[in-house]
C-alpha cells in the first residue's frame, strides 16, 4: 500500500473518528501532509510525523479521557460506564503521582462525575468505610484488619471492647443514609452486625495489603513493573467493593459499567510497557462495544 493511499483511508474512511481522536496531532498531520492528494511526500515530513505519532501514544491515556464522548459514543447512554472510565484515569496518574491510598480513595469520591452519578455515591460511600476503617492506634497497617477483629469474637459475644468497636463504627457509617439503611436491622445483635460490617468493609484488607508492598519497597517504585503493580492492586481493592451485593443492590450497578475501570487500567499499563499495538488492540477488544463499531 502505498503512503498516499493509506493516507486516504486514514483521513476519508470509517476508521477517522478512532484515528482523529485517539491521535489527535497525528490525523491532523497526516490531513495536512495529505491536502488535496498530493503523490509525493519528502523525507522529512516522514520523520517529523513519525515524531508527532510518538507523541500522540505518550498522550493515548489522556487522549482516550478528553476525546472519550468522541471515540466511544455509546458512553451517552451509559453514564455509569462514562464514570468508570473517568475513575480509573483518576487511579492511574493519582498512583503515577504518589499519593497515599487514602488520598487516592478520597478523590475518586470527589470528581466531576454525571449528573446524580451513581458512581460517586458509591465512591462517596467507600470513602467513609475506608476513613472509619483507618488503623489510629499506631498499628503496622493504615486499616483495622475486618477478618482479625472478627475473629476475636468467637464465642466472647459479651467482650465490651468488641461492643465498642463495632458500635463505634456503626456510629460512623450510619452517617450515609444507605448504609444504616442497610445495617439497622442488625445494630442489637453484635454477631450479625460485625458480620455484615465486615462484608462491606471486606476491601480494606486488600487496600492492606497494597499498603504492605509500599512499605516493603519503602514507600518508592522505582520500576515501571512495581508502578502498574500498585495501580492494578488500588483497581481491584475497588472493585471488590463496587463487586459487593451490599453496593450492587444499593447503587444498581451493572458489573459490565463497573468492569470499564480495569478494562482502562489494562491500556494503560500496555502503554506504560509501550506495548503500542497491544494497546491499540485492547481500545478495540476491552472497549469496542462503546464505540459505533468494532474496527
Same mark, same amino acid.
Given at each position: 500500500?502505498?503512503?498516499?493511499?493509506?493516507?486516504?483511508?486514514?483521513?476519508?474512511?470509517?476508521?477517522?473518528?478512532?484515528?482523529?481522536? +485517539?491521535?489527535?496531532?497525528?490525523?491532523?498531520?497526516?490531513?495536512? $501532509?495529505?491536502?488535496?492528494?498530493?503523490?509525493?511526500?519528502?523525507?522529512?515530513?516522514? +520523520?517529523?510525523?513519525?515524531?508527532?505519532?510518538?507523541?500522540?501514544? =505518550?498522550?493515548?491515556?489522556?487522549?482516550?479521557?478528553?476525546?472519550?464522548?468522541?471515540?466511544?459514543?455509546?458512553?451517552? /447512554?451509559?453514564?455509569?460506564?462514562?464514570?468508570?472510565?473517568?475513575?480509573?484515569?483518576?487511579?492511574?496518574?493519582?498512583?503515577?503521582?504518589?499519593?497515599?491510598?487514602?488520598?487516592?480513595?478520597?478523590?475518586?469520591?470527589? $470528581?466531576?462525575?454525571?449528573?446524580?452519578?451513581?458512581?460517586?455515591?458509591?465512591?462517596?460511600? =467507600?470513602?467513609?468505610?475506608?476513613?472509619?476503617?483507618?488503623?489510629?492506634?499506631?498499628?503496622?497497617?493504615?486499616?483495622?484488619?475486618?477478618?482479625?477483629?472478627?475473629?476475636?469474637?468467637?464465642?466472647?459475644?459479651?467482650?465490651?471492647?468488641?461492643?465498642?468497636?463495632?458500635?463505634?463504627?456503626? /456510629?460512623?457509617?450510619?452517617?450515609?443514609?444507605?448504609?444504616?439503611?442497610?445495617?439497622?436491622?442488625?445494630?442489637?445483635?453484635?454477631?450479625?452486625?460485625?458480620?455484615?460490617?465486615?462484608?462491606?468493609?471486606?476491601? +480494606?484488607?486488600?487496600?492492606?495489603?497494597?499498603?504492605?508492598?509500599?512499605?516493603?519497597?519503602?514507600?518508592?517504585?522505582?520500576?515501571?513493573?512495581?508502578?502498574?503493580?500498585?495501580?492494578?492492586?488500588?483497581?481491584?481493592?475497588?472493585?471488590?467493593?463496587?463487586?459487593?451485593?451490599?453496593?450492587?443492590?444499593?447503587? /444498581?450497578?451493572?458489573?459490565? =459499567? +463497573?468492569?470499564?475501570?480495569?478494562?482502562?487500567?489494562?491500556?494503560?499499563?500496555?502503554?506504560?510497557?509501550?506495548?503500542?499495538?497491544?494497546?491499540? =488492540?485492547?481500545?478495540?477488544?476491552?472497549?469496542?462495544?462503546?464505540?459505533?463499531?468494532?474496527?
Amino acid at each position: 500500500m502505498g503512503i498516499n493511499t493509506m493516507f486516504k483511508q486514514i483521513k476519508d474512511t470509517s476508521v477517522t473518528r478512532i484515528i482523529k481522536y +485517539v491521535f489527535p496531532k497525528t490525523y491532523s498531520q497526516i490531513a495536512s $501532509l495529505y491536502g488535496e492528494g498530493q503523490n509525493s511526500y519528502y523525507t522529512a515530513d516522514l +520523520v517529523f510525523l513519525q515524531k508527532i505519532i510518538q507523541s500522540d501514544y =505518550a498522550a493515548l491515556s489522556t487522549n482516550l479521557i478528553s476525546n472519550a464522548d468522541l471515540i466511544f459514543p455509546k458512553l451517552k /447512554e451509559m453514564p455509569e460506564a462514562s464514570d468508570m472510565l473517568k475513575a480509573g484515569y483518576s487511579i492511574y496518574k493519582s498512583s503515577q503521582e504518589g499519593n497515599s491510598l487514602p488520598v487516592i480513595i478520597t478523590s475518586l469520591s470527589e $470528581l466531576p462525575y454525571s449528573y446524580d452519578s451513581k458512581v460517586k455515591k458509591m465512591f462517596e460511600v =467507600a470513602d467513609l468505610l475506608s476513613t472509619a476503617m483507618l488503623d489510629t492506634a499506631g498499628s503496622k497497617t493504615t486499616w483495622i484488619n475486618p477478618v482479625k477483629v472478627f475473629s476475636q469474637i468467637g464465642d466472647n459475644l459479651n467482650k465490651p471492647e468488641l461492643h465498642f468497636f463495632y458500635a463505634l463504627l456503626y /456510629e460512623q457509617l450510619k452517617a450515609d443514609p444507605r448504609i444504616e439503611s442497610y445495617l439497622f436491622k442488625f445494630k442489637d445483635d453484635i454477631r450479625l452486625l460485625s458480620g455484615e460490617v465486615n462484608k462491606i468493609v471486606g476491601f +480494606v484488607t486488600k487496600l492492606n495489603a497494597t499498603y504492605n508492598y509500599l512499605k516493603t519497597r519503602e514507600f518508592s517504585l522505582s520500576s515501571i513493573e512495581e508502578q502498574i503493580f500498585y495501580m492494578k492492586e488500588i483497581q481491584q481493592a475497588l472493585q471488590i467493593f463496587a463487586t459487593n451485593e451490599f453496593v450492587i443492590n444499593c447503587f /444498581e450497578l451493572k458489573i459490565d =459499567a +463497573v468492569q470499564v475501570c480495569g478494562k482502562y487500567i489494562s491500556i494503560v499499563e500496555a502503554l506504560l510497557k509501550k506495548q503500542y499495538p497491544n494497546a491499540i =488492540a485492547l481500545i478495540t477488544i476491552e472497549l469496542g462495544d462503546l464505540m459505533e463499531k468494532k474496527y
